[in-house]
């Protein structure tokens, strides 16, 4: 590039029958830094990152032996949960087909489905101590209703975690902006002893995505609940 000169990005070619939306989509992935960087270190999605900046922020794979992978596809989460922790377990699930991942047990089913959290345990081995959760509900462009679907996905997501982590292990899910539902909110505060938010610089600045990240379960309140449940 000569001195003087901006770099203007790769331009889009015209294609026929491409609406604008469409458009500006493929622009934006032409030019975004994290996709050509994925591509050059082999990762299926430029969400890989995301993963790592909040492993690099909070440790979550440090110590993981058995994970799971909620809303897998294409698979760039577990491709950093592998290259972190080979050593780990790890089974993940997704309505859409996901090319096999060396080391990675994949379903392609409905998490929502009555036999899916059976069938991860079961494939697991034995309770997870780190449940990864990037599933969102397909978008209908009405912001309120967008939310509360994705929020249901995060809410079943919690309540499979609470319901199998091991002792000490952590959560982490996506979440819209807005952050955290405050029933949702005070749900985790319960069962683990730090609950926060976090945007990784992977995740795009104007995305209103943002990831809750809840450390330390409290394997003894999980107990108690069951306990007082019992005695009614």
């Known amino acids: 590039m000569s001195r003087g000169t901006k770099d203007q990005g790769t331009r889009l070619k015209t294609g026929r029958g491409r609406t604008a939306s469409s458009s500006r989509w493929l622009q934006r992935q032409l030019n975004d830094p994290y996709v050509k960087q994925a591509r050059a270190d082999g990762y299926r999605s430029r969400a890989a990152y995301k993963l790592a900046e909040l492993d690099d922020r909070f440790g979550l794979l440090k110590h993981a032996t058995r994970v799971v992978d909620l809303g897998v596809a ?54 997870p101590d780190l449940v990864l959760s990037d599933m969102a509900a397909n978008t209908v462009g009405h912001k309120q209703t967008d939310h509360l679907r994705t929020m249901g996905l995060v809410e079943t997501a919690a309540d499979f975690a609470i319901g199998t982590l091991a002792p000490g292990g952590a959560f982490v899910a996506k979440v819209l902006a807005g952050g955290t539902d405050t029933d949702l909110l005070a749900l985790l505060k319960k069962h683990f002893t730090a609950v926060k938010h976090a945007k990784p610089p992977a995740s795009r600045k104007d995305s209103s995505e943002w990831y809750v990240v809840a450390t330390g379960f409290k394997a003894r309140a999980l107990a108690q609940e069951v306990f007082e449940d019992s005695e009614d």
């Open 74 to 127: 294409p698979g760039g989460w577990s491709q950093v949960v592998r290259q972190r922790s080979p050593r780990a377990a790890v089974v993940g699930i997704d309505l859409l087909p996901t090319d096999p991942i060396p080391g990675v047990t994949l379903f392609e089913m409905d998490f929502m489905a009555d036999e899916a959290p059976a069938a991860l345990t079961d494939a697991l081995g034995g309770a």
